[in-house]
């Protein structure tokens, strides 16, 4: 694991100075504390941090072909690379190391850009194509490693694992885009291919792009190699594709298991990393270690649950029971991701992955479980929304607002919330209720150039595919596209690589998806019960009791929070002069959120988390020209 930064001249072949990249790199030393290499180039130059986990003393980066006419730099793993050496090795291909990293650029002599679609696991690469003038840019399918890019004014593309390296670049901007405020309020996040400013993009999950210079300006051409396919669908019986699921579970947790240092895995105690850590147990012949915290309130504390599986399945089992300073944990997620980010179990995952590298260098995680298998209870909610809008002919929308605004208070708005979904079409109705803030909550929190806009204009367009005939299905594809690749995979990303520990999550393996996707709907969802097929696996390796609780995951007590620990904090950035001057928000209405919190009669911890993370990072990183790095 590693993060990997670099410039490439769109005008053709120049001089550059030799220590932007390296200062690129060092703005994240946190993702590869082992190593650091870069190689220059006229056409540019490339680098990466490295964390070691696979070949520890030949790994090296920037790795090159035989002649040294390519060069790769590599963030992430490659499981299959060792079937993919044996093939590029009987094709004439030569190796000097013993790196996935060196099966890249091999595969890239030999297939192109048709490498990407061979590699099976997460990464975020750039090539170096000396003969053919151009920058290769890949990330995996699910966007499990990050990847950022900017062009200059002074003609370069730069790109790196972490916005926060592109400062360094001579030209860089970050300038903000009110499209991209919008959205991040709205859902929480900023989705690809968009970041927070208005000239940096991401490469979204499953592209790649070549980029090529030249005397006009050069040329960017990204094209999608991969994308899930939900038919036809499996013929066989349900009994056949259980057992075909649990192959294609076990296998890929197996090949996840391919380390040079310590590993174990995330235990939440819920299904789906209960099923990963037992599936470990069975292809290691030590014991897992394993690692989960808690919280004092018992409303968030999973720990029993997971204490149980862990004995179950023999584990090295590791539980911290968490008392956070919520204050100064704040400023180290705003540097860490760079920015603006609105999902509060980041505190969680922080903290499971500091215990996690007191003892290993590597986790499995079970993210990916509920997207792929529709666990969610939103997807359950959904399906009683379309039901009760076809009874009533679409009048409960409208009698369900007036109810709302008769009722007032806490009540009403949650009515008024619900009478939303009701009136709105696909896939707003579903974006509605997954949304962190409704239209009126935008409209009465930001100011007329942001609130004015559509708040599901970028999300909208994920959940459209014509291809697919069942809406529940669109919604899955969706969510995979957007709340999975840029809240789930940038959390567990940014976190454990804070804590430099590679995180690897195997129900998010291509296979897999591939193969789960297919299955019919039922198989996932039935009677009102998500991931059917997978519990029925699960109720093979796991015991009864810890199957049947409510799904709860690593989470926080932040409503909590804001009346105790962040209420000071949060009252002072309420009040402080730079916050009120943003122009993004209008201050009254903000202050009015936490008075309404405080005094108990609405809960408005998520649009007030929403504020405090979205000011931390404009201190961060616009009101200084380069942000300074988090010292520990």
């Known amino acids: 694991m590693c993060g990997i930064a670099g410039l490439f001249s769109l005008t053709g072949p120049r001089e550059s100075d030799p220590s932007i990249v390296d ?31 696979i ?6 980066q ?27 090795e009987a094709a004439g291909h030569r190796f000097y190391t013993h790196s996935d990293t060196e099966c890249i650029v091999h595969a890239y002599e030999q297939w192109g850009e048709g490498c990407f679609a061979r590699l099976r696991g997460m990464f975020g690469i750039a090539i170096l194509d000396i003969p053919r003038q151009q920058l290769v840019l890949g990330r995996d399918r699910i966007g499990k490693k990050p990847l950022y890019y900017t062009r200059t004014r002074e003609g370069w593309l730069a790109f790196a694992s972490e916005l ?15 499209e991209s405020v919008r959205d991040y309020f709205g859902m929480g996040y900023v989705a690809a291919p968009h970041s927070i400013y208005q000239n940096v993009a991401k490469l979204p999950p499953a592209h790649y792009m070549v980029v090529r210079g030249g005397p006009s300006g050069g040329s960017e051409e990204i094209k999608c190699y991969w994308q899930v396919q939900f038919q036809p669908k499996w013929t066989d019986t349900a009994e056949v594709l259980e057992e075909r699921l649990f192959e294609q579970l076990d296998d890929a947790v197996k090949c996840r298991l391919v380390s040079d240092v310590p ?16 599936l470990m147990a069975r292809n290691l012949h030590a014991p897992v270690k394993t690692f989960t915290i808690g919280f004092k309130e018992q409303a968030f504390n999973e720990m029993p649950d997971a204490r149980a599986v862990a004995q179950h399945i023999g584990a090295e089992h590791h539980e911290l029971v968490v008392e956070a300073d919520a204050v100064s944990m704040m400023d180290k997620l705003v540097w860490f991701f760079d920015e603006p980010f609105g999902d509060s179990s980041s505190i969680p995952t922080y903290l499971v992955s500091q215990l996690a590298a007191r003892h290993v260098k590597m986790v499995l995680s079970g993210d990916g479980g509920d997207e792929v298998f529709a666990g969610y209870e939103r997807y359950k909610r959904y399906d009683m929304l379309q039901a009760m809008s076809r009874k009533t002919l679409g009048l409960a929308g409208p009698a369900m607002r007036v109810a709302g605004a008769l009722a007032g208070g806490a009540k009403g708005v949650r009515m008024a919330r619900a009478a939303d979904r009701l009136a709105a079409p696909y896939p707003d109705r579903y974006l509605s209720g997954v949304g962190l803030c409704t239209r009126d909550d935008l409209a009465m929190l930001l100011s007329d150039a942001i609130a004015d806009k559509d708040p599901y204009a970028r999300q909208r367009a994920q959940y459209g595919r014509s291809d697919i005939a069942l809406e529940s299905e669109r919604i899955l594809a969706g969510d995979m596209l957007t709340y999975l690749s840029d809240d789930i995979m940038v959390k567990v990303d940014r976190m454990t690589m804070a804590c430099s520990i590679e995180a690897r999550a195997p129900l998010l393996d291509h296979q897999l998806i ?16 998500g991931k059917y097929l997978l519990k029925r696996i699960a109720r093979r390796l796991l015991p009864a009791e810890v199957l049947d609780k409510p799904k709860q995951g690593f989470a926080i007590p932040v409503a ?23 122009g993004w928000f209008r201050p009254e209405a903000a202050m009015t959120l936490m008075q ?20 931390m990072w404009a201190r961060r990183f616009l009101d200084q020209a380069e942000p300074a790095a988090h010292t520990a």
Request: aromatic share 10%; net charge neutral.
């Open 23 to 53: 200062r690129m790199c060092r703005q994240m030393i946190h993702r590869g504390p082992d190593d650091q290499g870069v190689f220059h180039h006229p056409l540019g130059q490339i680098g990466m941090r490295r964390l070691s986990i």
């Open 55 to 60: 070949d520890l003393g030949g790994g090296h």
């Open 62 to 88: 920037p790795i090159h072909n035989e002649d040294k006419s390519i060069w790769i730099v590599f963030n992430g793993e490659i499981y299959n690379y060792r079937e993919l050496r044996r093939e590029l």
């Open 164 to 178: 926060k390296c592109l400062f360094p670049v001579p030209g860089f901007e970050n300038k903000v885009s009110a």
């Open 263 to 278: 590993f174990g895995a995330f235990l939440s105690g819920g299904t789906d990393s209960s099923v990963v850590a037992a």
């Open 514 to 529: 591939d193969f789960a996707a297919r299955l019919p709907y039922d198989l996932k969802s039935r009677d009102g019960v």
């Open 560 to 582: 909590k929070w804001f009346r105790e620990d962040l209420r000071e904090m949060m009252m002072d950035l309420l009040r402080d002069q730079r916050f009120r001057e943003r």
């Open 596 to 615: 309404q919190h405080l005094a108990g009669t609405h809960d408005r911890s998520e649009m007030l988390w929403l504020l405090m993370t979205f000011e």
